[in-house]
């Protein structure tokens, strides 16, 4: 019966690597017979490179994110701007069209009116208040429609990428490249691209196909490959970070111009409110930090230039409340209507 070292001594060995193989000379033919059977130009996978390649992609993502919510936190300019000449705009005109109406009733003329007379003249008075009301609404309207279709556009925008055809035919010979090569020479390839890639997320997004197709295709030295996986990951988290860099500011602006848009409709309509207690609670209603829950900013800054940034975080929006002083004024403006 063999025994163990038996079966091991049968079994054939592998010949030695040399140090150095000479197959040729200068200005002779090589001589395929001096290379040992068995022996191989190829060696094991170094994915030492591609592992720092992969830990600097995995910075690079955790960067552009932290920037977009940096981005997010930043206030806008333009709606700043906007948010901020509401009520300096809205109130002025309220307190103007208050002292028309008192005027307009204590007019000596309307005791020679008819009952009809007095509702016709009524009528005329409360279209040309809703006129001027609706004047303001509108071109504030407007600014926050241009404001929105701003931040639909470049929400949009951000999420296309530009592949340029250099970057598809970049791409093209990347493919064609792994598609001829081992594991072993490969890897480096990857790296080298994937550093690339950092510095231009089209390229990432352009080799997404291919480096899919050579981890999924049978029969292959890449077939399943844990590296390649890994490769195929990063470009992903390229691409998708590349592109919440830009959408999430974009998202965010948009946000903040619906709140905007809320918070006008509720002004304008404390401000036809013909009941002054009712448009005072309005108007008057604070959060917890006693700030008004409508339209809380300073007043408007000067409108951005150009490129410019305000980087100060706004502070954050809290639940309504109605202060005491608030109620006890709202209190005596009924009992003096009583």
Not at 51 to 59: E, F, H, S
Not at 110 to 139: H, I, M, P
């Amino acid at each position: 019966m063999a025994t163990e070292q038996d079966v091991m001594s049968a079994l054939p060995t592998a010949p030695p690597t040399p140090d150095s193989i000479h197959t040729f000379s200068w200005g002779r033919p090589g001589d395929p017979s001096k290379v040992p059977e068995g022996f191989t130009l190829a060696r094991e996978a170094d994915g030492a490179y591609l592992d720092d390649v992969l830990d600097a992609a995995r910075g690079a993502v955790t960067e552009l994110l932290d920037a977009a919510d940096d981005a997010v936190l930043a206030p806008d300019p333009a709606v700043a701007h906007l948010r901020g000449a509401v009520r300096p705009l809205v109130l002025p005109l309220i307190a103007e069209w208050d002292a028309k109406s008192r005027a307009h009733l204590a007019d000596p003329e309307r005791r020679w009116l008819s009952r009809d007379g007095l509702v016709n003249a009524d009528r005329k008075f409360a279209a040309a208040r809703e006129a001027a009301l609706a004047e303001t609404e509108a071109k504030l309207v407007a600014q926050l429609d241009a404001l929105e279709e701003q931040a639909s556009a470049d929400f949009a925008a951000a999420n296309v990428i530009a592949v340029e055809a250099r970057h598809d035919d970049t791409a093209l010979k990347f493919a064609a490249m792994l598609s001829h090569i081992t594991v072993a020479h490969g890897l480096p390839v990857i790296a080298s691209f994937i550093r690339d890639a950092l510095g231009d997320p089209a390229l990432a997004y352009a080799a997404l196909p291919y480096l899919r197709s050579l981890f999924d295709r049978e029969g292959t030295e890449w077939t399943r490959n844990s590296e390649l996986l890994r490769a195929t990951r990063a470009c992903e988290k390229i691409v998708e970070a590349s592109s919440a860099r830009r959408a999430k500011p974009a998202a965010a602006k948009r946000e903040r111009v619906q709140r905007a848009r809320w918070e006008l409709s509720q002004v304008l309509a404390a401000a036809r409110e013909l009941d002054p207690g009712a448009r005072s609670s309005a108007l008057g209603a604070v959060d917890s930090d006693g700030r008004f829950v409508l339209f809380p900013d300073e007043p408007a800054p000067p409108p951005p230039r150009p490129g410019a940034r305000n980087l100060n975080s706004p502070r954050p929006f809290r639940r309504a409340a109605v202060s005491a002083a608030q109620r006890a004024s709202d209190k005596r403006a009924r009992a003096a209507q009583d």
